[in-house]
Structure formats: structure tokens, C-alpha cells
């Protein structure tokens, strides 16, 4: 991962993994804890919005997370959901504009449609069910500069 080659400090996990380690840190009375620890690096990358459903609880939390996050460090987030269905994701429209908002400002989105990557080796085997040929990137993703001093 280039920002990590750039030394920041970064962490990866599911959306889905996130609010269960959130949930029983607030089960342990340890909430503010946990919080610290995923706001305390520079990148945080939450894979797999709206995969899975959230357990109860679980919105609020990632509002929590993001709200602490807000402005103090970069977040990914990768989703098959457009944020149109970000209500339904999080089972409460006021939360997902709460994120939303807090997510889009200073946000570069970045659409990728086509096949999965992941399949990309493998469409030939596939036969007629086979999803779309990947579509060709139309341009370069846009250059993100390292962090100041290194």
C-alpha cells in the first residue's frame, strides 16, 4: 500500500469487523479506548460498506468513529452500495446523511464499474453466465502527494 510505503501508520479491517470490536468494547466499558485506537492512525481503511448487515448498535458507533476521525485523519471506504442507499445500509436515514456529510467534505470519490478484479483471470472459464469484460480505466486516479517531510 503506497501510504504505508510513505510510512504512515495504517489500519485495514471490514465495516463488519469494525462495529463488532466497537460493540464489545462498549460491552466492556471500554469504548473510548477503542475509539482512540482506530482514530490514532493516519489512514483507516473500512472495507465492505453495506456488505453485511450491522448489528444494532452499529450505526451509532460508526457515526462515532467518523465523528472522531472527522478533519484528524484520512479514511477509505470501499462500497457496492451508491450513497443513495446509504439509508438502507445503515438502517436509519438521518445516520447515513450524518456520515455522508461527514465523509464527503474534502472526499475524493472514486467510481470503479465493471467486472471484479478478482474475476478477471477467470471470465474465459466462466462461459455465458460470465459478468462484463472489465471496463478500461477512462484516465489516471488522481495522484495523492505524500505527507509533508517525506
Known sequence: MPARRAGLQTYFTSVAE???SLLAAQQRGQLATRLQFYTKHALLVLDEVGYLPLAPGGPNL???????RYKRGSLVLTSNK???????????EVIASALLDRLLHHAVVLNIRGASYRLRDRL????????????KPCGRPPRIP?????
Open 18 to 20: 469494525l462495529v463488532t
Open 146 to 150: 505524500a505527507p509533508e517531510g517525506r
Open 124 to 135: 474465459p472459464d466462466l462461459g455465458p453466465e460470465a459478468p462484463p469484460a472489465p471496463v
Open 82 to 92: 451508491p450513497f443513495r442507499d446509504w439509508g438502507q445500509v445503515f438502517g436509519d
Open 62 to 68: 460508526m457515526f462515532q468513529l467518523v465523528s472522531a
